[in-house]
C-alpha cells in the first residue's frame, strides 16, 4: 500500500515501513510492533553508562538539567552506582538498568563469584567478532547468575524492578541472553541500530532483523534507535529527529565524550530539537 510518499505493509500487529526522502538519496527501514495508533511520535535521549564513574555521573546530570537528555541506563557494581543511584531517585531520573557483562565491576566490594562469573563470559564475548551469536552451552549458569545479581542491586538501589533494559556494548543481544530469555517479559528491551538500507551487508541486516523479531514477542521495542554520533552531517541529525514526529526514537549517548557533551549542552541541539517532543523510555 502506497500513501503519502510512504510504502506501507500493515499486519495485526507489526507495520513495516520505508520512509522516502525525496531528493535525499536515502531511507530508513522499520519492522516492530506499533506502539499506538495515534501517529503522534517522541524522542528519547538516553545516555549509557550511568554510574560507571563520576565523570560519566556528573556530565550526564548536566545535560539532564539541560533538558538534551530523558532517562539513562545504569551500571550495577561500578564505582558511582550507588551516589547516582541516589541522585536518580531524589530528583526523579527514569533510569533503567544496564547490563554489563564485559567491562570489569570496579565498586569497592563486589562479590567475588560475581567477577569469576563475568570474567568467564567476558572471555567469551570477546574473542572474536561472532563470539556474541554463538550459544554457549558452558555458560549457561554463568549469564543467569549475572544477569541475576544485576537485577537485584538494582532493585536494592533504586527501590524497583527495572522497567527497562540495554545492554553495555549491546551485548544484551547475544546468543545466551536472548536463547535464555533472561530479560523480564513486557520490559522495554534496546532493539538493534536502525540503518539505512546499504549501510550493512545482507547477512548482517537479516541476523538484526531475526533478533528484533525474536525480542518483539516477550519486550516492549522503540520503532527505531539510532546513535547519536556521528554528528556531521547536519542531515543525518535532521532525519534522525524527524522520525520522531511519526514515531518512537531512541537516540544512545555517551555524554562524557567531549564532542557529545558540547552538542548537548549547546544552541545546536535545541535549534535541531524544535518542537518534538522528549519523552522518558517507561
Not at 503522534?40 to 560519566?56: C, F, K, M, V
Request: glycine fraction near 8%; aromatic fraction near 10%.
Amino acid at each position: 500500500m502506497k500513501r503519502d510518499g510512504q510504502l506501507m505493509t500493515v499486519a495485526p500487529d507489526k507495520l513495516v515501513v520505508v520512509t522516502e526522502h525525496r531528493g535525499a538519496a536515502d531511507s530508513f527501514q522499520f519492522a516492530g510492533p506499533r506502539r499506538d495508533g495515534s501517529g503522534a511520535g517522541s524522542l528519547i535521549l538516553n545516555a549509557d553508562d550511568w554510574g560507571r564513574d563520576q565523570e560519566n555521573t556528573d556530565r550526564t546530570f548536566e545535560c539532564i538539567s539541560r533538558g538534551s537528555v530523558s532517562s539513562v541506563s545504569a551500571m550495577m557494581f561500578m564505582e558511582d552506582s550507588q551516589r547516582a543511584a541516589d541522585i536518580a531517585r531524589e530528583k526523579g531520573i527514569d533510569a533503567g538498568l544496564h547490563l554489563n557483562f564485559t567491562t570489569g565491576f570496579s565498586a569497592s566490594r563486589v562479590p567475588n563469584q560475581l567477577s569469576n562469573h563475568q570474567e568467564r563470559i567476558a572471555k567469551h564475548l570477546k574473542q572474536h567478532r561472532f563470539s556474541t551469536v554463538l550459544f554457549h552451552p558452558g555458560l549457561i549458569s554463568s549469564f543467569e547468575y549475572v544477569v541475576a545479581m544485576q537485577r537485584e542491586e538494582f532493585c536494592r538501589t533504586y527501590g524497583t524492578e527495572p522497567k527497562r533494559l540495554d545492554g553495555h556494548h549491546h551485548m544484551h543481544l547475544c546468543a545466551n541472553v536472548l536463547l535464555q530469555k533472561l530479560l523480564p517479559a513486557g520490559t522495554v528491551v534496546r532493539r538493534n541500530f536502525s540503518f539505512q538500507p546499504g549501510e550493512k551487508g545482507f547477512y548482517n541486516r537479516a541476523y538484526r532483523k531475526i533478533v528484533d523479531r525474536i525480542l518483539a514477542k516477550r519486550h516492549r521495542l522503540t520503532d527505531f534507535f539510532f546513535s547519536l554520533p556521528p554528528l556531521s552531517p547536519p542531515s543525518r541529525l535532521e532525519r534522525m529527529f524527524s522520525l520522531a514526529t511519526r514515531f518512537t526514537v531512541e537516540v544512545e549517548t555517551h555524554p562524557v565524550g567531549p564532542e557529545e557533551y558540547r552538542f548537548l549542552m549547546g544552541e545546536e541541539f535545541l535549534s535541531l530539537r524544535g518542537n518534538i517532543r522528549i519523552a522518558p523510555q517507561s
